[in-house]
């Protein structure tokens, strides 16, 4: 009996090891580009506390949960989906480029329907611990991703409520939510 336990226990053991061994050895990218996409779901879904746990380390030491449930409950818009362009790493930081389907309320934009807005995001992606966490920026207020969402110009009166607005005001919409 002994001699069992010791070959499953070496079997554990090994397969620990292999386990562990294929984990690190995954591209950084592709684990950025992964956990970007299960962050913003967990948002879209509106499951902030569990989205929470992305956040940095750092950041959570100085953003309590009820801070950041708050916040997300606060913005006057909501997210859809979220689609990873492309993520850069250098050592411990990656930089993920996005574009986030928002749905900006109609009364936001002075529309009678509510309309989906794709919007460019750049986020910041630390290694920590060997787990890769969201940096946001220090301070974002949901009163400026809806400011900025306002302050796009309207579609025309014949476009589909659900159009995107001009290219140019894309740019003003970067890194409006990280």
């Not at 079997?11 to 996409?37: F, H, N, T, W, Y």
């Not at 750092?58 to 950041?68: A, F, K, P, V």
């Not at 362009?85 to 934009?109: R, Y």
């Amino acid at each position: 009996m002994t001699r069992i336990k010791t070959l499953v226990l070496a079997g554990v053991i090994g397969m620990s090891l292999l386990l562990a061994a294929g984990c690190s050895s995954k591209d950084p990218a592709e684990l950025v580009r992964q956990r970007a996409v299960e962050r913003w779901d967990l948002l879209a879904g509106k499951h902030a506390v569990k989205a929470y746990d992305y956040l940095s380390p750092g950041y959570r030491s100085t953003h309590t949960l009820e801070q950041y449930v708050a916040f997300v409950a606060t913005a006057r818009i909501s997210w859809k989906s979220a689609k990873v362009d492309s993520v850069q790493c250098e050592t411990d930081v990656c930089t993920a480029k996005l574009v986030v389907v928002a749905i900006v309320p109609g009364a936001v934009m002075q529309r009678p329907s509510d309309m989906e807005y794709p919007s460019p995001i750049v986020e910041k992606w630390v290694r920590s611990e060997g787990q890769w966490y969201f940096l946001p920026e220090s301070k974002i207020e949901p009163k400026d991703i809806a400011g900025q969402a306002a302050a796009a110009p309207a579609p025309a009166a014949d476009a589909p409520a659900n159009a995107a607005p001009p290219a140019a005001a894309d740019d003003s919409a970067k890194n409006s939510h990280n």
